[in-house]
């Protein structure tokens, strides 16, 4: 795999989730990204660590990077 | 004289407080956000100026949850909905897991490289650090 190969991929993955959430919004039919993040939520230890799992990849970004 | 329903009897319309509440929160925590992404890298003061921050955004956001009621019920959406949202999650998680295991990580970026090169430059970390907070509160308020 090439660089240009692993950044397509990246970006059609992303273009499929901008295509599913539209259709979603302009058809009122399947899940746009919100309700599908929502149902995923719904239950406390999964947002628990989810939240947590944000929190540390804040950490990371932010904190464990030596900025040039 | 006719009411327009979107419009309460305050006359502001209930869907647009929350941006322009969220568009007023990131002015206000800008500065903030260009001092704590300029502290020296795995410091203890960059740990704190990071993760304190997001631990309120998120405590701040689980209270006005529970305030509000709790859980925002909604209709769930189809299955077949959520599970094309579910194909795709797992296709992302296979495609950055195939390029973390291989090397060079220039031929091979994951997304954490790819975002370190995005935030290489002083004022885009703190947008990022700005946007970071923002759906830390979503996350916990949806």
């Known amino acids: 795999m090439t660089r240009f190969v692993t950044l397509a991929g990246y970006v059609v993955i992303l273009a499929a989730a901008v295509v599913l959430d539209v259709r979603a919004r302009r058809q009122q039919r399947g899940a746009r990204f919100g309700d599908a993040l929502a149902v995923v939520l719904r239950p406390w230890r999964v947002r628990l660590a989810v939240v947590a799992a944000w929190l540390w990849l804040g950490w990371h970004l932010f904190v464990r990077v030596h900025w040039r | ?142």
């Open chain 2, 1 to 142: 004289m006719t009411e327009d329903p979107g419009r309460d009897r305050s006359g502001s319309r209930p869907g647009a407080v929350a941006p322009a509440v969220a568009a007023v929160s990131a002015v206000l925590i800008s500065p903030y956000a260009w001092w704590a992404v300029g502290r020296p890298p795995f410091s203890a003061v960059a740990t704190a100026a990071v993760v304190l921050p997001g631990l309120a955004a998120a405590g701040v956001a689980g209270v006005a949850r529970a305030r509000a009621g709790g859980r925002h019920d909604r209709p769930a959406p189809a299955p077949a909905g959520m599970a094309r949202w579910a194909v795709l999650a797992a296709l992302a998680a296979a495609w950055q897991l195939a390029a973390y295991l291989q090397h060079p990580r220039h031929d091979h970026p994951t997304l954490s490289s790819l975002t370190n090169a995005a935030l290489d430059s002083h004022a885009a970390r703190a947008a990022a650090f700005v946007a970071w907070l923002a759906v830390t509160v979503t996350l916990v308020w949806r």
